[in-house]
């Protein structure tokens, strides 16, 4: 919320070095790591409550930052909609090195096709039919999610507060609500075509088609890309939460940070536990050695858990209170890597090969 920081260890992730803040002051909701064709680049979303959002860039791992000298994420001039925040930046696919996406609020998905030094919004979402009677959630009216299905060029899915979830078949030319199965509790009719209040949607690369949901109340599984949605919370101690990451290299694990309600947004029984599921969801575990359980008051925002590529996989995650919290057995044990940061609302992982 005040600036982003730099977090870096060797391959053991025993000890860690923090560098910092960079974008002081700035809110920084999003950010990227951009290895394609030989980058090493850094993207951070920045706001500036004079200046507005902007994406800027590093390619020397946070030393020097591109100063755009307006936004470069906006709306058409005339456009009733003006640029609030960047909510997400995802890289494109391994086969289109100089394809970016971000989502924005007011909700909607714009694309770069050099490496992020332009940006232009997705016609086909931005003028659907259905747009005009999304209605913002608690954060805004923000498209937060973006799924790109590595095997299928013509494929992506992205989530929307409170859109629900949306698929293009054919490049984003056109649009089609997949929320069959997903409630919107707090609707006349919980089971509407469109509306829900979508928190997080991952999948693994190597099972594209198998797609996990957290909801606003709700915890749901798809196996066809979002044709029907099934309830997976089977023992958890609340199906309310935000974030939500896939396990590097087994798409059946997944991992979540549950929160009491959304009339209370602490993780339950104030005590910090990541719950992680090794069955696609049949069943789910609780994760908390070496995490606070008791007067643990903390919230997990939606983009703030992460995992690195190591094997065995690290798994990190920040609270609103400003903590880092890092495990590098996939989960088993955790340390508090810092503490009273500002607070977190994004944490992104990744492994930097050898120059």
Not at 124 to 150: A, S, Y
Not at 200 to 208: C, G, I, L
Not at 285 to 296: R, Y
Not at 305 to 332: M, N, Q, V
Request: glycine share 10%; aromatic share 10%.
């Amino acid at each position: 919320m005040k600036g982003a920081f730099l977090v870096w260890s060797d391959a053991s992730r025993a000890e860690w070095r923090i560098e910092g803040p960079h974008f002081r002051g700035e809110s920084v909701y999003a950010l990227a790591m951009d290895q394609r064709g030989g980058r090493r680049r850094m993207l951070a979303a920045t706001r500036s409550m004079h200046w507005g959002a902007v994406i800027r860039a590093s390619d020397d791992f946070g030393a020097t930052w591109s100063e755009p000298d307006r936004q470069n994420v906006r709306f058409a001039e005339g456009s009733d909609d003006a640029l609030v925040n960047v909510w997400q930046i995802r890289p494109g696919r391994a086969s289109e090195p100089d394809v970016l996406y971000c989502g924005v609020e007011p909700a909607a998905l714009f694309e770069s096709r050099d490496g992020g030094e332009s940006w232009s919004p997705v016609e086909g979402l931005l003028n659907h039919e259905h747009r005009k009677r999304w209605q913002p959630g608690g954060g805004g009216l923000c498209l937060h999610t973006i799924v790109p299905d590595p095997a299928d060029g013509q494929r992506m899915g992205v989530a929307i507060s409170t859109g629900g979830f949306y698929r293009t078949d054919d490049g984003g030319r056109s649009w089609s609500p997949r929320n069959v199965g997903v409630r919107a509790v707090f609707l006349p009719d919980p089971y509407p075509e469109f509306g829900q209040c979508v928190h997080k949607v991952v999948h693994h690369p190597s099972r594209p088609e198998r797609l996990f949901l957290q909801n606003h109340w709700g915890l749901y599984r798809s196996d066809d890309w979002g044709d029907q949605w099934h309830d997976v919370a089977n023992g958890v101690p609340s199906d309310f939460g935000f974030a939500m990451e896939v396990h590097p290299h087994d798409p059946d694990t997944v991992y979540i940070v549950p929160l009491d309600s959304d009339q209370f947004r602490c993780v339950p029984e104030a005590k910090l536990r990541v719950y992680r599921t090794r069955d696609a969801g049949a069943s789910w575990q609780p994760l908390e050695t070496g995490l606070p359980q008791h007067d643990a008051y903390d919230t997990v925002l939606r983009d703030a858990l992460a995992a690195d590529g190591h094997d065995p996989a690290g798994i990190y995650f920040g609270t609103r209170g400003g903590k880092l919290y890092g495990s590098a057995d996939a989960g088993e044990s955790w340390t508090e890597i810092a503490a009273d940061l500002p607070p977190i609302v994004c944490v992104k992982a990744a492994v930097i090969g050898a120059a």
